[in-house]
């Protein structure tokens, strides 16, 4: 429907067009799932990203045990800080 607008509105010349509610309604519908569905297709795109890096951060802690230690050490280090600076 809004299709048949738009081909009405570039054949004539009208400086002032106002649009019936109902297709602004439906425009702003439309409008609205691309925008959504653009959100999940990056949400997506980011968990893949953070499952990639997950991925190879175990690699790497699987191949030395002593990554795994200073990772360990790290996590600790970070809650203690946390816990100081919310005292």
Not at 41 to 59: F, P
Request: glycine share 2%; aromatic share 6%.
């Amino acid at each position: 429907m809004w299709l048949m607008y738009l081909l009405l509105f570039r054949t004539t010349n009208s400086k002032d067009v106002r649009l019936p509610v109902q297709l602004q309604r439906a425009m702003a519908a439309e409008a609205e799932a691309a925008r959504e569905a653009r959100a999940k297709v990056i949400a997506a795109e980011g968990e893949q990203k953070a499952s990639r890096a997950l991925r190879e951060a175990s690699e790497v802690i699987g191949d030395s045990p002593a990554a795994l230690q200073l990772r360990y050490l790290q996590v600790c280090t970070i809650y203690t800080l946390r816990e100081k600076c919310q005292k």
